[in-house]
Structures are given as structure tokens and as C-alpha cells.
């Protein structure tokens, strides 16, 4: 990266037209510290599910289909709720399903529709394996604010997902 086009000053430059407009200092660093965040707690959180036998997309699936109605969801919903393409989601519930934790079930009036059904062995996994998951949440990332701090993430980051879920979808 050629340095010298980058801003380096807390206060971003004035820009032509078409111009990048570089990050500055201060947004780099938070977008930096953003980026390691997500990554390291994503890696903690998966090696703190291993001795279940469950990596992370596993078990965001789990607590996505117990969620649901009668512990079910058409895969494309599930697909879309846990940002996932439906290849990869197929391959993810053959997995589970080897693992007895979920099942594929045929939608009725809809020959290629099929569900994802959280199986009583993947509701047992899921309220074995909750607690634990949840001490770790709130080990690595929610005790380590204020409330205060809690409450102004939120107020900074909703606007951000809110701005995003409405992106979704288009091309």
C-alpha cells in the first residue's frame, strides 16, 4: 500500500471529486481495533465449543433453529439468518445431521422446500452446551465494559447493523 496517499492526520482531507477518502488516524484505529475483536473473540468463543464437539457456525445454528417455531426454519431463512450461502449451509446441516443434532424434513406443498428441525439430541446439546457459551460471552466481551459503555456500543453499532440488513439482498 503506497503510504504516502494515506491520511494519517485525525481530521480527513478535502477531497476532489472522486477522490478516496482515506481513513484517517483515529478511524483507522478504531477500525483496526474493530477488525481484531471480532476476530479474536470469534476465535475464543469457537475454541471454547470444541470440547462440545461444535464449532461456532454450529452452534449459532442451534440457538437460530431453537429460537424458531417449533425448533424448525425453511433452509433459506436459515440461510439468510445466519448469513450463509445455501451451499455451505447444505454442507453445515449434513454435518449436523451426521451428528444427529439436526434433521431435513420436506416442506409440505413445496417439493424442493426443505426444513432444518433441531432434533431432541440438538435441543439437549443446546441447553448442555448454553451456559457455558454464555459465561464465555460474558467473559471475553460483555464484563469487560461498563454499563454505560454497554449502552453506548449498542447506541453506536445499531445504527451500523440497521444500515446493513437494509443492504442485504441487492446486488
Known sequence: ????????????????????????????????????????????????????????????????????????????DLATATLQSKSRLSHQITRMENAGLVLRQECPGDRRGLYAHLTEHGWETMQRVAPDHVRSVRAHFIDRFTEEQLDAMYEALAPVAEHLRGLRGRA
Not at 437460530?64 to 424448525?72: G, I, T
Open 1 to 76: 500500500m503506497d503510504t504516502h496517499t494515506i491520511n494519517t492526520a485525525d481530521t480527513p482531507p478535502s477531497q476532489p471529486e472522486g477522490e478516496t477518502p482515506w481513513l484517517t488516524a483515529r478511524e483507522q484505529r478504531m477500525w483496526r481495533a474493530h477488525l481484531e475483536v471480532a476476530k479474536l473473540l470469534e476465535y475464543q468463543l469457537s475454541r471454547e465449543l470444541q470440547p462440545h464437539n461444535l464449532a461456532i457456525n454450529d452452534y449459532e445454528i442451534l440457538v437460530v433453529l431453537s429460537e424458531a417455531p417449533d425448533r424448525r426454519m425453511r433452509m433459506t
